[in-house]
């Protein structure tokens, strides 16, 4: 079992950045973050397999993920927040590779509590 605790999350105005941690229990291949808003679906943000990193479209260019691998930790760091970003973000785990690895919820075994996010305009 992989536990995870996130933390950094908080409120900001529009166009201000926050960054999110979240510490494993012990080292896995995958890590990555996803979004939810009340009564919507957990959406992906983006996820880091063994240093390939993939985001969605809504977040490319303004989220970073990266990795400390002797701290078993990944970071989102997010620029040019905007208000559409706030949301409950959580962070995730899986043993799949990157070839089998997506934002499907349901191949992501290990999620941590949330942290969250408030974007105000």
């Known amino acids: 079992q992989v536990q995870l605790v996130e933390s950094g999350g908080g409120s900001v105005q529009a166009g201000g950045s926050l960054r999110l941690s979240c510490a494993a229990s012990?080292?896995?291949?995958?890590m990555g973050w996803f979004r939810q808003v009340p009564r919507k679906a957990r959406e992906g943000v983006g996820y880091?397999?063994?240093?390939?990193?993939y985001y969605a479209d809504s977040v490319k260019g303004r989220f970073t993920i990266s990795r400390d691998y002797a701290k078993n930790t990944v970071y989102l760091q997010m620029n040019s927040l905007k208000p559409e970003d706030t949301g409950m973000y959580y962070c995730?785990?899986?043993?799949?590779?990157?070839?089998?690895?997506?934002?499907?919820?349901?191949?992501?075994?290990?999620w941590g509590q949330g942290t969250q996010v408030t974007v105000s305009s």
């Open positions: 880091d397999c063994g240093g390939r990193t």
């Open positions: 012990q080292n896995i291949n995958c």
């Open positions: 995730a785990a899986s043993r799949l590779n990157w070839l089998l690895i997506s934002f499907r919820t349901d191949i992501w075994p290990y």
